[in-house]
């Protein structure tokens, strides 16, 4: 089986995903494969056409690991790391789906699962509108049903009790961002820190510890505003503290992790297994969490995963951007024995991702089965290409 074919897919400015990149990749057996990434949707598609695509088309068959290979050697001369790896990210995610087809089996059967009967999950508390919302932080504008940024914020209590009536395992916040008065901001103002760990307050007030919350915080802050928030959170036990810094650097977060009781995750914001190493090797954080549709697709995060499962640390998945980053997530999770979660946005569940596949993976009282249908488990809607303002470009054919 050769690819024969690579098509991108914008679905435009009045998108409730406007930021996000769908990626079609056809081959000589009819199979098409799907993935996605996100965030500057033109400029990838660019890349793909003009750089990615002859030349993965060129190098012929349809191996992952080899179409990877090809990939990332290519571009890594001239850094890489970037938009270059959130456009191989999707491509590959897109052929390991062709190769499911072919194969004629789930993804998580031909990644070696599944490993596991069941998968728990937990709730990013963003609303129906958060995917509109290009500034960190921002307040997105409620629009329709389960506007969760909105219930943390003003009735976290009441959101916690509710998710916890719905089976999930947890529930993701990020009440510090509002103070942060700027990216990397130096300190945080006692009366904020105060009003944000209310917020945590609250919640374990209303359900106890029947729900694990984990703390968010966008990169936003340095180290030592982040030891000040952390040991804020200490009575409280959130499950994780999550980029309070950028980890871009393993002595910053070794240092904020030496700093706190509570366990320090780190970070969909690294890319390829060569940013994860430093970090799994000094031990600098305690739980992994990996976006496969940035960090170098499916073929990437397998290895970061065996990475992380040789320093016995765990993993979660990372979502908060497309029906296709999710359901890479739940194979890579039911092939994975060290995966802890999968992140799932129920606004999105419930509404958006509807708006772009022909199917959803069922979520049962809040955890996933091992999915059965064959491939990546969903394909994109047959009309999408023909909705007002979608963009479609195709190196190739189909």
């Not at 490993?115 to 508390?125: G, Q, S």
């Not at 690294?270 to 992994?288: G, H, K, N, S």
Request: hydrophobic share 40%.
């Amino acid at each position: 089986m050769n690819i024969v074919g690579i098509e991108t897919i914008l679905p435009g400015e009045q998108s409730p995903l406007p930021e996000i990149v769908f990626v079609r990749v056809y081959t000589d057996s009819g199979m098409v494969g799907h993935g996605e990434t996100y965030y500057t949707p033109r400029a990838v598609s660019e890349y793909v056409h003009e750089f990615l695509a002859p030349r993965l088309l060129a190098h012929g068959g349809c191996s992952p690991e080899a179409l990877w290979d090809h990939g990332y050697r290519s571009a890594a001369r001239f850094g890489g790391r970037g938009l270059e790896m959130r456009a191989l990210s999707a491509i590959d995610v897109a052929v390991w789906d062709a190769c499911a087809l072919a194969a004629n089996v789930p993804l998580h059967v031909m990644l070696g699962g599944p490993t596991k009967e069941r998968l728990a999950t937990y709730n990013t508390c963003a609303g129906p509108s958060y995917g509109k919302s290009w500034r960190i932080g921002s307040s997105p504008v409620a629009r329709g049903m389960y506007e969760d940024y909105e219930a943390f914020l003003h009735r976290p209590g009441e959101l916690a009790t509710e998710l916890v009536e719905q089976g999930f395992a947890g529930m993701k916040i990020w009440p510090f961002d509002r103070m942060a008065r700027r990216p990397g901001a130096p300190s945080i103002d006692p009366a904020d820190l105060r009003v944000g760990v209310e917020v945590f307050e609250k919640i374990r007030s209303a359900v106890g510890s029947n729900i694990e919350i984990m703390a968010e915080g966008h990169g936003l802050w340095t180290v030592e505003a982040a030891k000040t928030i952390a040991n804020a959170l200490e009575a409280v036990r959130p499950a994780w503290i999550e980029d309070l810094i950028l980890a871009d650097d393993p002595a910053a977060l070794l240092e904020l992790k030496q700093s706190t009781t509570i366990p320090l995750l780190a970070s969909e914001y690294l890319i390829t297994r060569f940013e994860y190493a430093p970090i799994i090797d000094q031990q600098a954080a305690d739980i992994i969490m990996i976006d496969p549709t940035w960090c170098g697709g499916i073929t990437e995060s397998r290895r970061i995963v065996s990475l992380a499962g040789a320093k016995r640390l765990p993993v979660t998945f990372h979502d908060c951007t497309g029906p296709f980053t999710l359901l890479a997530g739940i194979h890579l999770s039911f092939s994975s024995p060290n995966v802890l979660y999968q992140e799932v946005v129920r606004a999105y569940l419930h509404s958006v991702y509807a708006e772009f596949v022909d199917e959803l993976q069922p979520l049962h009282h809040g955890e996933y089965h091992p999915p059965t249908r064959a491939g990546i488990g969903a394909a994109l809607q047959p009309d999408i290409v023909n909705r007002p303002g979608v963009e479609v470009r195709l190196t190739g054919t189909r």
